[in-house]
T-cell receptor
Framework: AQSVTQLDSHVSVSEGTPVLLRCNYS??????LFWYVQHPNKGLQLLLK??????LVKGINGFEAEFKKSETSFHLTKPSAHMSDAAEYFC????????????FGTGTRLKVLA | EPEVTQTPSHQVTQMGQEVILRCVPI?????FYWYRQILGQKVEFLVS????????KSEIFDDQFSVERPDGSNFTLKIRSTKLEDSAMYFC?????????????FGPGTRLTVL
């Protein structure tokens, strides 16, 4: 079965410092992986996705993620945090059995300190 | 940019009452989904829908739940007799092709509170 594990439920960084949100996946197939962000009282917005092309994926708002098959990881990074990055971040794998429903991680809440 | 919309944003109901949550997917999308997020828990898949029928459903999606595409634009989730444990944020999503690499676009959600 496919699954994702987000290793940190909460991450705090200072504004202007790097962000690292960790995600590990489990999949019998070559996975499609996504990062979504959820701001308070807002819906889920796609940040970026990996679909077996380039292993380093660039997304919106300066975020990027690197797919590492040997480590079964898909960590999300950003060189310099901004106050507006404070939100909940979800790592997602698309389930290749059935109808490609999304399987979500438990989420990481990012706090950005002034 | 096209987006998925959902109404209402908040719904409060009494236990045992029926509720209908409404979604308008992106117009050229063919695959539709409902997910829910109980407060403090992860987002969970409920059901997927294609070509006017359910493609897949989770164990959560029991006989109390139903989905429908009553016209060319709306996609609804009905809960026949709500329970306290149905209190959650419900997200509708749509995708163009239903493939593994396809992006699902999510609506802003409906927060359902069952009293």
């Amino acid at each position: 079965a496919q699954s994702v594990t987000q290793l940190d439920s909460h991450v705090s960084v200072s504004e202007g410092t790097p962000v690292l949100l960790r995600c590990n996946y489990s999949s019998s197939y070559s996975p499609s992986l996504f990062w979504y962000v959820q701001h308070p009282n807002k819906g889920l917005q796609l940040l970026l996705k990996y679909t077996s092309a380039a292993t380093l994926v660039k997304g919106i708002n300066g975020f990027e993620a690197e797919f590492k098959k040997s480590e079964t990881s898909f960590h999300l990074t950003k060189p310099s945090a901004h106050m507006s990055d404070a939100a909940e971040y979800f790592c997602v794998v698309s389930d290749r059995r059935g109808t490609y429903k999304y399987i979500f991680g438990t989420g990481t809440r990012l706090k950005v300190l002034a | 940019e096209p987006e998925v919309t959902q109404t209402p944003s908040h719904q409060v109901t009494q236990m045992g009452q029926e509720v209908i949550l409404r979604c308008v997917p992106i117009s050229n999308h063919l695959y539709f989904y409902w997910y829910r997020q109980i407060l403090g828990q992860k987002v969970e898949f409920l059901v997927s829908f294609y070509n006017n029928e359910i493609s897949e459903k989770s164990e959560i999606f029991d006989d109390q739940f139903s989905v429908e595409r009553p016209d060319g634009s709306n996609f609804t989730l009905k809960i026949r007799s709500t329970k306290l444990e149905d209190s959650a944020m419900y997200f509708c999503a749509s995708s163009e092709q239903g493939q593994g690499s396809d992006t699902q676009y999510f609506g802003p959600g409906t927060r359902l509170t069952v009293l």
